[in-house]
């Protein structure tokens, strides 16, 4: 059965600072692979999704890694905002419909 | 604002209520998906529809009762629910079902079962 680590599981930086959130994954044998953010009591808000042909994903200041051999993923957050702060949620899909979450990482960016 | 529309956002029930928990979404997608999140907990997959019809039922108690009246909508249908049933459920969709494309979520129903 897939299992999906995140770590840290929680995370406190001062604005502007860049931040790595990790994610690995047990069973290299992947579709994709999709970082969320969740605002509490929200539901999940796509971010990136990188699929297991390629090898990274960026989105303004989001960019996000994929190394399928090695079970790893990491997101990185450039100058990071206090509207950054959510939880974080890696999902791997590796069976074609169900997506295997980690637990998250929660950010807390400070003013 | 997401694109897939929960309602209710709250939802109050007592164990011997009959409820439901409706979704929709035009986005054009085939595939819809329900979950259920524990607090600070990872989302857990229930049921997924493509085309409308049952394709995955991750061995989910028969107190819920999912239904797929149409492309566009998902309902979950509640009945005798227990306290360990409070939640938060998201649906989801996706362009179709085993395929590569992210599954949209949205804002969630919170349930509280007293």
């Known amino acids: 059965k897939q299992e999906v680590t995140q770590i840290p599981a929680a995370l406190s930086v001062p604005e502007g600072e860049n931040l790595v959130l990790n994610c690995s994954f047990t069973?290299?044998?992947?579709?994709?692979l999709q970082w969320f953010r969740q605002d509490p009591g929200k539901g999940l808000t796509s971010l990136l999704l990188?699929?297991?042909?390629?090898r990274e994903q960026t989105s303004g200041r989001l960019n996000a890694s994929l190394d399928k051999s090695s079970g790893r993923s990491t997101l990185y957050i450039a100058a990071s905002q206090p509207g950054d702060s959510a939880t974080y949620l890696c999902a791997v899909l590796d069976s074609g419909y169900a997506l295997n979450f980690g637990k998250g990482t929660s950010l807390l960016v400070t003013p | 604002d997401t694109e897939v529309t929960q309602t209710p956002k709250h939802l109050v029930m007592g164990m011997t209520n009959k409820k439901s928990l409706k979704c929709e979404q035009h986005m054009g997608h085939r595939a819809m998906y329900w979950y259920k999140q524990k607090a600070k907990k990872p989302p857990e997959l229930m049921f997924v529809?493509?085309?409308?019809?049952?394709?995955i039922n991750e061995s989910v108690p028969s107190r819920f009762s999912p239904e797929c009246p149409n492309s566009s909508l998902l309902n979950l249908h509640l009945h005798a629910l227990q306290p360990e049933d409070s939640a938060l459920y998201l649906c989801?969709?996706?362009?179709?079902?085993?395929?590569?494309?992210?599954?949209?979520f949205g804002d969630g129903t919170r349930l509280s079962i007293l």
């Open positions: 529809y493509s085309y409308e019809k049952l394709s």
């Open positions: 989801a969709s996706s362009v179709g079902y085993r395929n590569n494309q992210p599954q949209h």
């Open positions: 990188i699929q297991s042909s390629q």
């Open positions: 069973d290299s044998a992947i579709y994709n």
